[in-house]
């Protein structure tokens, strides 16, 4: 209880218009490194927007007949809604295991959780070619129920709802609306619930999109078990970038954060790669079980089958070892080496089930344009803009202010007094 | 590993089949329906590669008009200007040309990957696709085992382009296909699946030497509407051999049977756990964050 931040003062009276104009001007230095490359980045990127509605899909992207998904869709949306998974596992620990320790990396998770969602949704909308008929999915003119991309569509719909919800305490108290804190922190654990099963089926639905395109997806990366391989592999695709975004706020965002938080960090760092650990073991496991299930032995013998042990040995099986050894040994810096493997390990992985391996007997192969690469970089960089936006106003990071807990003792008077004895 | 096999999605989706009340998900045609469908039998032997159901398919689909025979080089594919194209293979027997358009399956990959149902098998048996619907996702490019819905890259209003039959302009009116229409060597028949696989079987039985012993649509990937028998293997004229025999929504199934099962299972799983675990908790000492 030891906030010194009150961010806003209950609002009670006050002008809310005039609050929020107050919230919208910038924070901080404008000069800095990030800014100075994603701001030309970003507006390029908008300009290849422009041309991308104007003059067609084709006109910024190397998508062809033969592979009509690229970057857009192997990278942002498949590989951006895996690394998004970290929301799920960490509210699933924190809500429904009861893990308190993780308490104080809920919120930052589920803001870059529901971010990526709405911004990989957003890139989605820039690869499809008719946007203004995805109503028809929505608004039930058209029910593709037979469709796993419909399941997975409506997913992210609700999913985002469910975070939007999972986070709105958060903004309540940076309205300072106490009544409506009350309300909507009540509402958390039934959005967890529904938002963790939500998660497991779509991050599996991602991986079942592809299981009709059968004998396009080079056999050492199609079987039948993708979709409970993407589930697995989201898990420690998420927890990898926890810790990744973790280390980075821990710097960047360090004003904002208390001793107390400073120092749990650590050890939240450690569990973290328990945890992955455990994850990336099951998931090798399953690996080698679909290999040898396969029975394509003869295939590891060429260019694809050695890039496909590169990522099995050099992305899955060293980076586990490291976290393993990591916790062991009490090495922050081996913990985030190995989350940063297994991160380049879940974009290989993705990449190759979606674009590397699509096709990969053709005889040209898809690469991605120069411009659908800015494009990606804006929407990435967008995001980190909203996300920096976010952290240096909304209690999100830093201590929510003090009338949550004094709320909070009020309801549970027996809970206070004993606090009040101790 | 056998047990592996069938995987726990099998068992789910069991489970799925019974909590699932009333969520029916699109059943697939039964062997007689699908006898029933309208469909087309192109025969390589009497093929004599003349192009003119390429000229008119761009007829009669507002397509611009195919190339000259004397400037194409080489083996073409369709693509979003050209919904059929006859292609000339050099084979064991000479020379022998096949037509390329949609399969129109019987169970398509494409309809069932649609989320907007713009891809839709009709009841006759043409595989439609429907402008007002289509999100342009292109997941029906990604599923089709064929590879033959196309995608104007190019547009700012992209359409799919793929044959379409001829289902509503025609087919629906009681006419031929435009294709079939207008071939002079009689190498397009038009009929329902039974009566095609008949006379597929006929021509083969009375020219055994003329044909090779098979009938490429009658079960690839879950059977086809558009039927081929050719002289020569199917693989030297081009055809897609890789593709399985059985059907490619089947791939899926699994998976979207499993799902309202998580959907019961899963919650009520989480919330005992919740439960169990808060006990625990209580007994501590809260620290309120
Ligand atoms: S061949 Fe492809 S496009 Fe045609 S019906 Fe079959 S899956 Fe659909
Ligand atoms: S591109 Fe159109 S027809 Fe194809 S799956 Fe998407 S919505 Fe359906």
């Given at each position: 209880m030891n906030s010194g931040h009150l961010i806003s003062a209950d609002n009670d009276g006050k002008s809310i218009w005039k609050?929020?104009?107050?919230?919208?001007?910038?924070?901080?230095?404008?000069?800095?490194?990030?800014?100075?490359?994603?701001?030309?980045?970003?507006?390029?990127?908008?300009?290849?927007?422009?041309?991308?509605?104007?003059?067609?899909?084709?006109?910024?992207?190397?998508?062809?007949?033969?592979?009509?998904?690229?970057?857009?869709?192997?990278?942002?949306?498949?590989?951006?809604?895996?690394?998004?998974?970290?929301?799920?596992?960490?509210?699933?620990?924190?809500?429904?295991?009861?893990?308190?320790?993780?308490?104080?990396?809920?919120?930052?998770?589920?803001?870059?959780?529901?971010?990526?969602y709405l911004f990989y949704a957003g890139a989605l909308l820039l690869d499809l070619g008719r946007p203004w008929n995805v109503i028809n999915p929505i608004i039930g003119n058209n029910f593709g129920v037979s469709s796993v991309l419909f399941l997975v569509a409506w997913h992210f719909l609700l999913y985002m709802i469910a975070q939007l919800i999972e986070?709105?305490?958060?903004?309540?108290?940076?309205?300072?609306?106490?009544?409506?804190?009350?309300?909507?922190?009540?509402?958390?654990?039934?959005a967890v619930i529904f938002g963790i099963t939500l998660s497991m089926l779509h991050q599996s639905g991602l991986g079942a999109l592809f299981l009709m395109a059968k004998e396009k997806i080079h056999p050492l990366w199609y079987s039948e078990f993708i979709p409970i391989l993407f589930l697995v592999s989201s898990i420690f695709a998420g927890l990898s970038m926890v810790i990744f975004e973790g280390s980075i706020s821990q710097r960047?965002?360090?004003?904002?954060?208390?001793?107390?938080?400073?120092?749990?960090?650590?050890?939240?760092?450690?569990?973290?790669?328990?945890i992955c650990t455990g994850a990336m073991f099951a998931y090798f496991f399953l690996q080698l079980l679909v290999l040898v299930h396969g029975k394509h032995w003869d295939l590891l013998n060429t260019p694809m089958g050695r890039w496909?042990?590169?990522?099995?040995?050099?992305?899955?099986?060293?980076?586990?070892?490291?976290?393993?050894?990591?916790?062991?040994?009490?090495?922050?810096?081996?913990?985030?080496?190995?989350?940063?493997?297994?991160?380049?390990?879940?974009?290989?992985?993705?990449?190759?089930?979606?674009?590397i391996g699509f096709k990969w007997d053709m005889a040209v192969h898809y690469v991605p344009s120069w411009m659908e690469i800015v494009v990606t970089l804006t929407v990435l960089f967008t995001e980190i803009w909203i996300f920096r936006w976010v952290i240096n106003r909304l209690p999100v990071l830093r201590e929510s202010p003090k009338w949550v807990n004094e709320d909070k003792l009020t309801d549970k008077p027996a809970l206070a007094k004993k606090i009040q004895r101790a | 590993m056998d047990l592996h096999r069938r995987d726990f999605f099998r068992v789910l989706g069991a489970t799925g089949l019974t909590l699932a009340v009333g969520k029916e998900l699109k059943a697939a045609p039964g062997p007689k329906a699908s006898l029933e469908f309208r469909g087309v039998l192109y025969d390589a032997a009497r093929c004599k590669g003349c192009r003119g159901c390429e000229y008119d398919c761009a007829e009669a689909n507002g397509l611009p008009e195919p190339l000259p025979t004397k400037d194409i080089k080489g083996l073409r594919t369709?693509?979003?200007?050209?919904?059929?194209?006859?292609?000339?293979?050099?084979?064991?027997?000479?020379?022998?040309?096949?037509?390329?358009?949609?399969?129109?399956?019987?169970?398509?990959?494409?309809?069932?990957?649609?989320?907007?149902?713009?891809?839709?098998?009709?009841?006759?048996?043409?595989?439609?696709?429907?402008?007002?619907?289509?999100?342009?996702?292109?997941?029906?490019?990604?599923?089709?085992?064929?590879?033959i819905p196309k995608f104007?890259?190019?547009?700012?209003?992209?359409k799919i382009e793929k044959c379409t039959m001829c289902f509503e302009t025609r087919v629906k009116k009681g006419e031929l296909p435009a294709c079939v229409e207008n071939c002079p060597n009689e190498a397009l028949m038009f009929g329902t699946r039974r009566e095609l696989i008949q006379e597929a079987r006929r021509r083969i039985f009375e020219k055994p030497d003329l044909y090779y012993d098979q009938i490429y649509g009658e079960h690839e990937a879950g059977g086809t509407c558009w039927l081929?028998?050719?002289?020569?293997?199917?693989?030297?004229?081009?055809?897609?051999?890789s593709v399985q025999n059985a059907s490619y929504p089947a791939l899926t199934k699994g998976f979207l049977y499993s799902v309202p099962s998580v959907f019961v299972l899963a919650p009520a799983l989480l919330l005992g756990i919740q439960q169990a675990t808060k006990k625990d908790n209580s007994t501590k000492p809260q620290d309120n964050e």
């Open positions: 609050f929020l104009f107050r919230q919208m001007k910038p924070k901080g230095r404008w000069l800095t490194p990030f800014n100075i490359i994603s701001i030309p980045i970003i507006f390029l990127g908008i300009g290849l927007i422009v041309i991308r509605f104007w003059k067609g899909i084709g006109a910024i992207t190397n998508l062809s007949q033969d592979v009509p998904w690229g970057l857009w869709i192997g990278f942002d949306v498949v590989t951006g809604v895996a690394f998004a998974g970290g929301a799920y596992v960490i509210t699933f620990m924190v809500y429904i295991l009861n893990m308190k320790k993780y308490h104080s990396i809920v919120r930052v998770t589920v803001l870059n959780g529901f971010l990526a986070f709105s305490p958060a903004i309540a108290e940076w309205l300072g609306a106490r009544r409506a804190h009350k309300i909507l922190s009540g509402m958390t654990l039934a960047v965002f360090s004003e904002q954060i208390s001793d107390k938080h400073r120092e749990e960090h650590h050890s939240i760092m450690h569990g973290l790669s328990k496909y042990l590169l990522e099995m040995i050099g992305f899955v099986l060293v980076p586990m070892v490291l976290y393993f050894y990591s916790y062991r040994a009490n090495n922050v810096f081996l913990i985030r080496l190995a989350a940063i493997l297994t991160m380049v390990g879940v974009i290989l992985n993705r990449l190759n089930v979606t674009v | 369709t693509d979003d200007k050209h919904r059929t194209v006859v292609n000339e293979y050099k084979t064991s027997k000479g020379i022998v040309y096949a037509k390329m358009q949609c399969m129109h399956c019987n169970e398509p990959a494409c309809a069932s990957a649609c989320l907007t149902q713009a891809m839709t098998k009709t009841k006759d048996g043409p595989v439609i696709w429907r402008e007002d619907k289509c999100m342009g996702c292109r997941y029906c490019m990604v599923s089709c085992p064929f590879n104007e890259y190019h547009s700012a209003n992209p081929y028998i050719s002289p020569v293997p199917f693989k030297e004229i081009g055809l897609n051999t």
